[in-house]
């Protein structure tokens, strides 16, 4: 089995981006533009957001039996990722219809047939074992589960994207190094606790660091940037501010920055800062992977680019 930089097991997904002027009231009327379909899935944008910076990259996913398959698969292709697509034969691909504003926020809606579930037996050991980095959205909970057992015992690093929590989750997080999770997430994962309230980020982190014993427990913030804790220490990076067409995966592509970067052995500070400019300028264009940035573009926003408001302190403060 080749060896590459990174391996990701997750979601796929078939956008129909669908904008409008404002977000619909309950019975209302809202004219809809021009709709375009496009490749994204959370673990999928990932992957291909850092085989375009040069990683060697490898997918693994599952998709029905449609048109939308044959989408996935050229796009991995033409890109150089190694895909390996399993497929449900009688269903159709993960489909997310997603109305964007005029502001460029975006609401999500998704379906996801239940046989499209990827299955602990289906993973092999060597596509995991045979990479410098494991990430997971944690979606299919027992085959995330098997991947990061299979790379914590070779010592690979495993991230993990939650924007839910998905049953059975909590067997996975004890194999997870870096956790990247929204906002909520943290203080739903922290123990039970009359200590603190659950959207208490500087106790829930802690908590959850503790509670799992990864590396890293950090919440994406939107445009309020990314705070994560260490175990010794806090680091913020706030959001850049750039001038936003789509926030469609913003997220996906924060964990690719935060991947490259940690691949790159750069310090904790500049992995979350990295991660907020590329995250910034792929909310530039339309789609999960439109605004997919170039180096040198990431580079440049790094230096000179103005940055929202801090709403934490800097990344010295300690707990």
């Known amino acids: ?25 309950r019975g209302d009327k809202v004219e809809i533009r021009p709709t375009t379909i496009l490749p994204g899935g959370q673990t999928a ?21 449609d048109s939308a398959a044959a989408l996935h698969a050229a796009e991995f292709s033409r890109l150089g990722v190694e895909a390996h697509l399993l497929t449900a034969p009688d269903c159709p691909s993960q489909q997310a219809f997603i109305l964007i504003d005029d502001s460029g926020e975006r609401t999500v809606l998704w379906r996801r047939d239940h046989r499209l579930a990827l299955r602990p037996e289906e993973l092999q050991r060597d ?28 010592s690979v690093p495993v991230i993990a994207d939650l924007d839910e929590l998905y049953p059975g989750v909590e067997a996975l997080l004890p194999n997870v190094d870096y956790l990247i999770a929204s906002r909520d997430i943290p203080g739903k994962l922290a123990p039970a606790s ?12 802690p908590a959850v660091h503790r509670r799992f014993g990864c ?7 939107g445009t309020d940037g990314v705070l994560a804790w260490d175990g010794a220490q806090f680091y913020y990076a706030p959001a850049f501010h750039v001038e936003t067409v789509d926030t469609t995966g913003a997220g996906d592509v924060f964990h690719a920055g935060f991947i490259y970067a940690l691949l790159q052995g750069w310090p904790l500070q500049k992995r979350l800062d990295f991660a907020c400019a590329a995250a910034a300028l792929n909310c530039t264009a339309v789609g999960a992977r439109g605004g997919i940035a ?18 934490f ?3 010295h403060t300690t707990r």
């Open 1 to 25: 089995m080749e060896q590459v930089d990174l391996v990701g097991v997750g979601l796929n997904a078939t956008d129909t981006l669908i904008p409008v002027a404002h977000y619909p009231a």
């Open 45 to 65: 944008t990932a992957v291909i957001a850092c085989q375009q910076w040069g990683l060697r990259t490898r997918y693994v996913g599952k998709v029905g039996g």
């Open 127 to 154: 596509w995991i074992i045979h990479s410098r980095a494991l990430h997971l959205d944690g979606h299919d909970t027992r085959a995330a589960a098997q991947a990061a057992a299979w790379a914590r015992a070779a």
């Open 194 to 205: 009359g200590e603190f309230s659950s959207d208490d980020l500087q106790k829930s982190l």
């Open 215 to 221: 590396r890293l427990t950090a919440a994406t913030l």
């Open 294 to 311: 170039p180096l040198p573009a990431i580079d440049r926003l790094l230096s000179t680019g103005p940055r929202h408001a801090s709403v």
């Open 313 to 315: 302190a800097p990344h």
